[in-house]
């Protein structure tokens, strides 16, 4: 259950940041020449790669989290569905409360594109955890 609990407070803790806190472009403009990005990826800005990572990190951030609320609900069913269906729910609720509390902050956006983005990552995560104990079982 720790874990679980855990990760629920690194996601408020990085949700409840402005963007400008978060923003990863001055760090790839420091890191990565303008020359490098547009011989390999010409029409590339810093920006669009902000965005992938961000996403993909939406993406992590979540399958990590169905991973944790997979493994708590073992402590409350045995029935691999009930820890299935109950973990992805635990991820959509999360992802919505997330998404709706930065819909209310001036510094954040929530959307609803995240909110799938984030369900996907949980149920990838979900999928891995549940296909693995099925494994080790």
């Avoid at 978060?22 to 990565?32: A, N």
């Avoid at 029409?43 to 997979?70: D, M, P």
Wanted: net charge positive; charged share 15%.
């Amino acid at each position: 259950m720790l874990p679980f609990v855990s990760w629920v407070i690194v996601i408020v803790i990085l949700s409840s940041q402005p963007y400008e806190r978060q923003s990863l472009q001055g760090f790839l403009q420091e890191h990565i020449s303008e020359e490098i990005v547009q011989t390999y990826a010409p029409n590339v800005t810093y920006q669009s790669i902000e965005f992938v990572i961000r996403k993909t990190a939406h993406v992590i951030v979540y399958a990590v989290l169905g991973i944790t609320a997979y493994i708590a609900l073992h402590l409350f069913s045995k029935r691999r569905i009930n820890r299935v269906l109950g973990s992805m729910l635990i991820v959509f609720v999360i992802a919505s409360a997330d998404e709706f509390s930065q819909y209310l902050r001036t510094t954040r956006t929530g959307m609803w594109e995240d909110v799938v983005l984030d369900f996907l990552g949980g149920v990838i995560g979900v999928v891995i955890v549940a296909r693995k104990s099925k494994l080790i079982k």
